[in-house]
């Protein structure tokens, strides 16, 4: 680690705290888009200039991409932050339970179908002994959309836990519902749910999620990605060459590379390294294209992860929010999704705070780990505008089916 890895820790340190302080400012609390967005980012970026992997240089350009993606979200946060204390509404949890418990119990079906599909075809035995089987096998073609909606139960239970508290059995329903998650053999699933929990419940009052909450899941993650590594996702690399980190602590790596390597990747993206595009909007416009190709055949179906970079002796396809808007739309691009994504969210945010119906709380959990993610990668793919659509459908069918009024039971006078 040299003195310029130094100074670039200190700035995003210093962009990190900036973030924190206004969020408590501006929205009273932490669990904001804008700390999730810029909070990411910045740990990220003083992760790698620790430098415990051998990972190339980024250059000055890079950073400021990142710090350019920060500034336009902040600016977006702001514009979508009204000047004066909008009046609460009354919150209207018509038809919410019926979504709870039909998309409990659709998601559950969602994983036992599968589950039962496996253990017939391999037995249980060899199944436990090789859970690494369900990273590729478990989530099969249109039933792994039933599994998907799971995503949603979490939080659609802290909406439920404003409006009247839970019962033993939504517990039971929602414990059911994050099992199928990881099973799912992608451990992205489990976190957007509780992510998508944590961005809901921060909306029901300004002290509903605290740092030290934060901090407990943010520990509770990385616990769950180490014991995911080590029994599910075994095909990976079970040391990095070059790695820095102290040999007993090994089971770190991989999270650190998650954390650290689409930083890197990006470079090559802003230095014009790497391969041209299949389409234009390849990223951006990724739903238009998965659609022509998987569901009309009117192109053919593109690949379902990005290109794989090489970053010193690792590979990584993933460049983050800002990477892969960048090889899509260049650093304006990079400006203008940041700011629209920025006023996008904490309108959504301040609009679920208010109050309303129950389904803007829900959009508000779906988009919002886009932030949480985007020192990732860009999340706004075909699965987000599912959720999204599975919203729209399944809570307006349930918000009709409970306004309608009961049936007359007939007489049975004479």
Request: aromatic fraction near 16%; include cysteine; proline fraction near 7%.
């Amino acid at each position: 680690m040299t003195w310029v890895d130094v100074a670039w820790i200190v700035v995003f340190a210093s962009l990190l705290a900036g973030c924190f302080i206004l969020s408590l400012r501006l929205y009273r609390g932490v669990a904001t888009p804008l700390f999730f967005f810029a909070g990411g980012y910045c740990v990220s970026v003083i992760l790698y200039h620790l430098r415990l992997f051998e990972y190339p240089d980024v250059s000055l350009t890079t950073h400021l991409i990142v710090m350019l993606s920060i500034a336009a979200f902040l600016l977006g946060a702001l514009l979508g932050t009204p000047g004066r204390k909008t009046p609460h509404r009354h919150s209207d949890p018509g038809g919410l339970n019926l979504f709870f418990y039909a998309t409990a119990v659709i998601a559950i079906i969602g994983w036992i179908i599968p589950l039962l599909v496996i253990l017939g075809r391999y037995g249980t035995g060899h199944l436990l002994a090789n859970l690494w089987i369900l990273q590729y096998e478990f989530q099969m073609q249109f039933l792994g959309y039933l599994n998907l909606v799971g995503i949603l139960v979490f939080p659609a239970s802290q909406i439920k836990r404003k409006h009247g508290g839970l019962i033993w059995i939504d517990v039971v329903l929602v414990l059911l519902s994050l099992v199928g998650l990881v099973l799912a053999g992608n451990k992205s699933y489990l976190v957007y749910s509780l992510f998508g929990g944590v961005l809901v419940r921060s909306t029901n009052s300004a002290d509903a999620v605290k740092v030290r909450h934060l901090v407990y899941l943010g520990v509770g993650v990385l616990l769950f990605f180490v014991i995911y590594n080590q029994f599910v996702d075994v095909l990976g690399i079970p040391q990095y060459p070059g790695s820095r980190i102290p040999a007993p602590l090994s089971f770190l790596e991989r999270p650190y590379h998650y954390f650290t390597g689409a930083l890197p990747a990006m470079e090559q993206i802003v230095h014009g390294e790497m391969p041209p595009r299949p389409v234009p909007g390849f990223v951006i416009f990724q739903p238009f294209w998965k659609v022509c190709g998987d569901l009309f055949g009117l192109i053919e179906p593109f690949p379902k992860v990005l290109p794989e970079v090489v970053i010193g002796p690792y590979a990584f396809n993933v460049y983050s929010f800002a990477g892969e808007v960048c090889w899509d739309l260049g650093p304006a691009g990079v400006a203008l999704l940041s700011l629209l994504l920025g006023w996008a969210l904490t309108s959504l945010q301040r609009r679920a705070c208010e109050g309303g119906h129950w389904m803007g709380s829900m959009f508000y959990a779906v988009f919002g780990y886009g932030a949480v993610i985007a020192f990732f990668l860009y999340y706004y793919r075909f699965n987000t505008y599912f959720l999204a659509g599975y919203v729209v459908a399944a809570g307006m069918l349930s918000t009709w089916a409970s306004s309608r009024p009961p049936r007359p039971t007939p007489s049975t006078s004479g």
